[in-house]
């Protein structure tokens, strides 16, 4: 059956599907080599679903930067700001809805609440900016954004929110991501590193993929540059958001009413997701088998270290209820988490602040669930 698309600004969204793809910065985590997340015309082929995107920290900021006055013809290195201006228009062309909630979970974390809650009044504006603004600032027909195309969104809306102190979610993959470096630091090799680390987790931790797959990744001979910068408290943070924006991408996608996209430029997630997720056209058995082939990319077919660290894991997964394992003995509790973190990186004196107000947190059963969603704005004023 012959389709027909028609868009006021075809042509142009034609250019733009191009250049999202080009960039990759519009995926699609169960799909990531394909090219049908950048196509305009198969969001109108299925009108019931609804659609969301995760945008990563640095996505966010762009836009941000944007609805706050920057002019692009004084900035030299302008490509990424015109690229996430597409993104924008592309997304309110489709009416796929961003949702920034790990990005102002990251942001609060770095830089406090106050000026996180001025940020997102400020995501609030970008993300209600007319989709046309967006389209002629990433073909280069704009360099700047008038004021008076900005709705203007009130400020305070994080202040007044009850928000979890700490997202559970990063707390504990913090605890593995020091693990390893400490590990590390003990002069074992790499392979030895990673082989411990599966050890630990099992006998005195909790697993997660999504850390598993990007420490795998960061002390492969596949180490992507910048992955973590160095053994600073600051850098661990770092990396560690970036595990937390996975893990809660592979949460949300677990939702059978909404197909999630993410947008990110960082190389390292694309890579680690990768790795993460199964395909559509994938079996369990064919997902297993490309890890393999993965792993052993990244470790050397000569050695087998790759196949031996899955074998590892598979193994874990399958006695993972063991009684004897000292996290099903304290049956995951926040006293225990909070004692055996300090544990992981004796450099550090003070793993997590507010410690107590944690704890209470977990033992109430309050999550990243229970925090506040940075999407789209139902009370927007400026509708695309």
């Given at each position: 059956?012959?389709?027909?698309?028609?868009?006021?600004?075809?042509?142009?969204?034609?250019?733009?599907?191009?250049?999202?793809?080009?960039?990759?910065?519009?995926?699609?985590?169960?799909?990531?080599?394909?090219?049908?997340?950048?196509r305009?015309?198969?969001?109108?082929?299925?009108?019931?679903?609804?659609f969301?995107?995760?945008?990563?920290?640095?996505?966010?900021?762009?836009?941000?930067?944007?609805?706050?006055?920057?002019?692009?013809?004084?900035?030299?290195?302008?490509?990424?700001?015109?690229?996430?201006?597409?993104?924008?228009?592309?997304?309110?062309?489709?009416?796929?809805?961003?949702?920034?909630?790990?990005?102002?979970?990251?942001?609060?974390?770095?830089?406090?609440?106050d000026?996180?809650?001025?940020?997102?009044?400020?995501?609030?504006?970008?993300?209600?900016?007319?989709?046309?603004?967006?389209?002629?600032?990433?073909?280069?027909?704009l360099?700047v954004?008038?004021?008076?195309?900005?709705s203007?969104?009130?400020?305070?809306?994080?202040?007044g929110?009850?928000?979890?102190?700490?997202?559970?979610?990063?707390?504990?993959?913090?605890?593995i991501?020091?693990?390893?470096?400490?590990l590390?630091?003990q002069?074992?090799?790499?392979?030895q590193?990673?082989?411990?680390?599966?050890?630990?987790?099992?006998?005195?931790?909790?697993?997660?993929?999504?850390?598993?797959?990007?420490?795998?990744?960061?002390?492969?001979?596949?180490?992507v540059?910048?992955?973590?910068?160095?053994k600073?408290l600051?850098?661990?943070?770092?990396?560690?958001?970036?595990?937390?924006?996975?893990?809660?991408?592979?949460?949300?996608?677990?939702?059978?009413?909404?197909?999630?996209?993410?947008?990110?430029?960082?190389?390292?997630?694309?890579?680690?997701?990768d790795?993460?997720?199964?395909?559509?056209?994938?079996?369990?058995?064919?997902?297993f088998?490309?890890?393999?082939?993965?792993?052993?990319?990244m470790?050397?077919?000569?050695?087998g270290?790759?196949?031996?660290l899955?074998?590892?894991?598979?193994?874990?997964?399958?006695?993972?209820?063991?009684?004897?394992?000292?996290?099903?003995?304290?049956?995951?509790?926040a006293?225990?988490?909070?004692?055996?973190?300090?544990?992981?990186?004796?450099?550090?004196?003070?793993?997590?602040?507010?410690?107590?107000?944690?704890?209470?947190?977990?033992?109430?059963?309050m999550?990243?669930?229970?925090?506040?969603?940075?999407?789209?704005?139902?009370?927007?004023?400026s509708?695309?």
């Amino acid at each position: 059956m012959e389709m027909f698309f028609t868009h006021e600004r075809l042509d142009d969204f034609l250019i733009i599907e191009e250049k999202l793809k080009q960039k990759g910065i519009l995926l699609d985590p169960q799909d990531i080599h394909s090219d049908h997340s950048t196509r305009l015309i198969n969001y109108s082929i299925e009108p019931n679903k609804k659609f969301k995107c995760l945008l990563d920290r640095n996505v966010v900021s762009y836009l941000i930067s944007l609805v706050n006055g920057l002019d692009l013809s004084s900035v030299k290195e302008a490509g990424c700001y015109r690229e996430v201006a597409g993104l924008q228009a592309f997304l309110s062309a489709a009416n796929i809805e961003s949702e920034a909630c790990m990005a102002y979970h990251e942001y609060i974390d770095v830089n406090g609440i106050d000026k996180a809650d001025n940020e997102l009044a400020s995501f609030r504006t970008a993300d209600n900016l007319n989709a046309n603004i967006y389209l002629d600032i990433a073909l280069g027909k704009l360099n700047v954004i008038s004021s008076s195309d900005l709705s203007v969104f009130e400020k305070g809306e994080l202040l007044g929110a009850q928000l979890p102190e700490r997202l559970a979610l990063f707390e504990k993959n913090i605890v593995i991501v020091k693990k390893a470096l400490t590990l590390k630091e003990q002069g074992l090799t790499n392979y030895q590193t990673m082989l411990e680390l599966v050890d630990w987790l099992y006998s005195d931790y909790f697993f997660s993929a999504p850390a598993f797959h990007f420490l795998s990744l960061y002390f492969s001979t596949e180490k992507v540059s910048g992955m973590i910068k160095s053994k600073s408290l600051k850098e661990v943070r770092n990396a560690t958001w970036d595990i937390t924006y996975l893990q809660q991408l592979a949460k949300v996608c677990q939702h059978d009413d909404e197909i999630w996209l993410f947008s990110t430029f960082d190389k390292a997630i694309k890579k680690t997701a990768d790795l993460l997720f199964v395909r559509y056209d994938e079996l369990e058995d064919d997902y297993f088998n490309r890890l393999e082939q993965s792993y052993s990319t990244m470790w050397g077919k000569k050695n087998g270290y790759g196949r031996k660290l899955l074998s590892k894991l598979a193994q874990f997964a399958e006695r993972g209820d063991n009684p004897d394992r000292k996290v099903n003995i304290h049956k995951g509790s926040a006293d225990y988490q909070l004692n055996i973190s300090p544990l992981c990186h004796p450099l550090e004196k003070v793993v997590f602040t507010n410690l107590c107000h944690f704890s209470k947190l977990v033992k109430t059963g309050m999550t990243y669930d229970n925090s506040i969603r940075f999407s789209r704005s139902s009370k927007s004023t400026s509708r695309r």
